[in-house]
C-alpha cells in the first residue's frame, strides 16, 4: 500500500515537519557525492550500531537514508502524515515527538540483538511515532492510497485506522518472523517501526487526557 494524500486540511504552517523533510534531503543529496569509501564510512561514523553504542548517533541515525528509494518512501509518509499531527500537537511539542520517537525506535531496535555490527539508519522509526499519534488523532481520516491485489492496482480511499491498522500489523508480523528466524541483520528494521509507533500513540493519548483534564 502506498499512501498518496489524506483529506484533512492543516490549519498552520508546519515548520518542524518541513524542516525534517529538507534536511533529510539535503543529507541525501551530500551523500551522493560521497565515493564509496567515503559512503560508507559515513554510515559506519553517523548510523546507530548496537555493538558500539553511541549517544550522538541515537540521534544523527534518524537522518541518513541508505538511497533514494528509501528516502523517498519515508518523505512520503511523513509530507503526508506529519502535517496534521504537528497542527494538532503544536510545533514544539510535535519537535520533541518527532525525536523521542527517533530515540526510542533505535533503541527497541538494538535491543533484538545488542551485539550487532550492522549500523542502523533512517528516519522510520521517528515517523511510525508520527504514524501512532495520527492514528490517535485522525483514526477517520481518509487516506487516498495505491493498492496492489495480485496483478491488479487501484486507488482507494481507506480510513486511517484500517492504513495504520494494516500498516503496524505488518510490522508486527514481519518483526516476530524476524525473531523466530534470527534474521535480524540488515534489511528492514520492523521493530523501530514497532517501538516507533508505540511511542507515538502513547504520545498522543497522554497528550489528549491532559487536553481532556484542562
Do not use: C
Request: proline share 3%; hydrophobic share 55%; glycine share 10%.
Amino acid at each position: 500500500m502506498i499512501p498518496l494524500r489524506d483529506n484533512i486540511p492543516s490549519k498552520t504552517f508546519s515548520y518542524f515537519n518541513i524542516f525534517f523533510i529538507v534536511i533529510n534531503i539535503l543529507i541525501a543529496v551530500f551523500m551522493f557525492f560521497l565515493s564509496s569509501y567515503q559512503y560508507e564510512q559515513f554510515i559506519y561514523t553517523y548510523g546507530f550500531t548496537p555493538a558500539h553504542f553511541s549517544y550522538l548517533t541515537l540521534f544523527t541515525s534518524i537522518f541518513i537514508h541508505a538511497g533514494f528509494i528509501h528516502l523517498l518512501s519515508n518523505m512520503l509518509f511523513l509530507w503526508i502524515f506529519g502535517d496534521n499531527v504537528e497542527d494538532k500537537l503544536g510545533h514544539i511539542n510535535y519537535l520533541f515527538l518527532y525525536f523521542f520517537s527517533g530515540v526510542v525506535s533505535v533503541i527497541t531496535h538494538s535491543l533484538t540483538d545488542l551485539s550487532s555490527g550492522v549500523p542502523l539508519v533512517g528516519a522510520s522509526g521517528a515517523i511510525s511515532g508520527v504514524l501512532g499519534a495520527y492514528f490517535v488523532f485522525f483514526p477517520r481520516a481518509r487516506i487516498l492510497t495505491f493498492v496492489f491485489l495480485g496483478w491488479l492496482a487501484t486507488v482507494v480511499a481507506l480510513p486511517a485506522y484500517v492504513f495504520l491498522g494494516i500498516w503496524i500489523v505488518l510490522q508486527l508480523l514481519y518483526g516476530v518472523t524476524g525473531l523466530a528466524t534470527q534474521d535480524l541483520l540488515g534489511g528492514v528494521a520492523w521493530w523501530a517501526h514497532i517501538g516507533g509507533f508505540i511511542t507515538g500513540y502513547t504520545w498522543a493519548k497522554i497528550f489528549d487526557k491532559r487536553r481532556g483534564v484542562l
